[in-house]
């Protein structure tokens, strides 16, 4: 009798062992909502990485990347007391993840091709556009690491004279000439832009009928606001209106042209063209630089 005892619960024993290890393998995934890590830039010495403002949210897809489903699809996910949370669990599925801000643009996304923008517009070179990708799972602390960067370029100038030292200068105005400010993000290219015609042309800086910007003597100044432009080849010109002085005399106008900035912008990339008017041309000099997130 004591051997049939010592037989049956030999058998239950085994039976819970096998129990257990199905149910342990059917939960190997973490039962939990898809959190994010959002940073700006990567961790190198030419582009440091900061981490996202709390203030702010970015829209998410996610695709399954054994299905080739859409899990998520363009959520905004926003910063809480519980960090930055999807609202949708994890799946079995290990996922592709494509982000962007700001979450007003009217982004579409492809489970091939990933984001898609068209026809975006940056004439006011006031709008800045992040976007991130990356791989995670469940087994993966369930956080998603999200690295955003730049698409766009940005553009800056400033300016200095190489006058003589009885003489003084002051801009007036300037104005970049053709250069595209329309196009088409990630639809022919993976990552690439399509821009349409150079017909566009942006100013700088304008007095607007006021005294303008004296460039003093020995200084380099910046002129007007930084703004975003696409990426794209640019041959745009340059045209610059100023006026100079002998000692105290009256300001006489000028204009001076730079046929071509010769420059070809690159996402992520910051430009600084410094001008330098002499007495026989105004010539220019390009800057170029990682973002600095900072």
């Not at 049956?8 to 393998?25: D, N, P, Q, R, Y």
């Not at 399954?64 to 799946?91: A, C, H, N, P, Q």
């Not at 700001?102 to 898609?116: A, C, F, K, R, Y």
């Not at 996402?267 to 001008?275: A, E, I, N, R, V």
Request: hydrophobic fraction near 35%; glycine fraction near 8%; charge should be negative.
């Amino acid at each position: 009798m004591m051997k049939r005892n010592i037989y049956i619960i030999g058998m239950v024993v085994a039976s819970l062992m096998l129990l257990t290890g199905c149910v342990k393998e059917d939960v190997t995934w973490s039962i939990a909502n898809i959190a994010f890590r959002p940073l700006i830039g990567n961790d190198t010495r030419a582009m440091e990485s900061v981490p996202f403002p709390d203030d702010q949210s970015f829209n998410v897809w996610s695709v399954s990347e054994t299905t080739g489903e859409t899990y998520l699809e363009g959520e905004t996910i926003s910063f809480s007391s519980d960090g930055w949370m999807s609202s949708k669990l994890w799946t079995f599925d290990g996922m592709y993840f494509d982000a962007f801000w700001p979450t007003d643009l009217p982004m579409e996304h492809s489970p091939v091709d990933g984001l898609q923008l068209w026809g975006f517009d940056c004439s006011d070179g006031d709008v800045d556009i992040l976007v991130a990708s990356a791989y995670g799972n469940s087994e993966q602390d369930d956080v998603v690491i999200l690295r955003f960067d730049h698409i766009l370029s940005r553009v800056e100038f400033r300016m200095l004279h190489s006058l003589p030292d009885d003489m003084s200068m002051r801009v007036k105005n300037i104005r970049m000439v053709g250069f595209a400010a329309v196009g088409d993000y990630n639809t022919t290219k993976k990552g690439d832009w399509e821009t349409a015609e150079n017909d566009f042309s942006y100013v700088v800086y304008d007095a607007a009928g006021g005294e303008g910007i004296e460039i003093e003597a020995g200084t380099t100044q910046y002129i007007g606001e930084e703004f975003y432009v696409i990426p794209q080849p640019c041959v745009a010109s340059l045209e610059v209106e100023y006026e100079v002085r002998y000692g105290t005399a009256n300001w006489i106008p000028q204009t001076e042209t730079i046929r071509s900035l010769s420059t070809y912008w690159e996402p992520g990339k910051h430009y600084t063209y410094t001008l330098n008017l002499r007495l026989d041309k105004l010539t220019h000099t390009t800057g170029i630089s990682s973002w600095n997130n900072r």
